[in-house]
T-cell receptor, first 111, second 114 residues
């Protein structure tokens, strides 16, 4: 079966660092994506990992371990505008861009 | 600016009525997708299309129908057979299977059945 697990909710303080974990068990793997979604809005792309290791993009970094079926999104220097849901998604191995999504982690940043 | 336009943003429907959600993209993407989002659940794939005049069922296609007569357009009809249609519907598009290729999403349509 296809299963992607993320914590439901997290809280953090402005200026801090937060790590959002994602574990997956899927029949195939062709890349892992992180999206940010503010309430009632469209998800927007944050990061993509297909090989093991860390990808850094400004305040956001994403890590992947394929052998462990594990990824995390690291957010540094948190800002109030980072309060949103963060969606982990795995791309299937077939010849499409179908994504299998986790339930999302709702992050609340407090002053 | 290129993007995906979904309409209407909010829609109310009586039980037993069919309703069609519009999705138009000017990104020249070949592939288009419809996802459904419910509170506490991840996005679930309803239908997808990789090329004009062809589409495939996703994980929760029952009670929905689509068409892909033009590259730019991928409308979704929620039929009366869909037992629990109240949800947030997201349309997306992509250039299929190209490395770090990314799904681009529309702003969504929120359907409420009264």
């Amino acid at each position: 079966g296809q299963n992607i697990d993320q914590p439901t909710e997290m809280t953090a303080t402005e200026g801090a660092i937060v790590q959002i974990n994602c574990t997956y068990q899927t029949s195939g793997f062709n890349g892992l994506f992180w999206y940010q979604q503010h309430a009632g809005e469209a998800p927007t792309f944050l990061s993509y990992n297909v090989l093991d290791g860390l990808e850094e993009k400004g305040r956001f970094s994403s890590f992947l371990s394929r052998s462990k079926g594990y990824s995390y999104l690291l957010l540094k220097e948190l800002q109030m505008k980072d309060s949103a849901s963060y969606l982990c998604a795995v791309r299937d191995v077939d010849n499409t861009d179908k994504l299998i999504f986790g339930t999302g982690t709702r992050l609340q940043v407090f002053p | 600016d290129g993007g995906i336009t979904q309409s209407p943003k909010y829609l109310f429907r009586k039980e037993g009525q069919n309703v069609t959600l519009s999705c138009e993209q000017n990104l020249n993407h070949d592939a288009m997708y419809w996802y459904r989002q419910d509170p506490g659940q991840g996005l679930r794939l309803i239908y997808y299309s990789q090329i004009v005049n062809d589409f495939q069922k996703g994980d929760i296609a029952e009670g929905y129908s689509v068409s892909r007569e033009k590259k730019e357009s991928f409308p979704l009809t929620v039929t009366s057979a869909q037992k629990n249609p109240t949800a947030f519907y997201l349309c997306a598009s992509s250039i299929p299977s190209s490395g770090a290729n990314v799904l681009t999403f529309g702003a969504g349509s929120r359907l409420t059945v009264l």
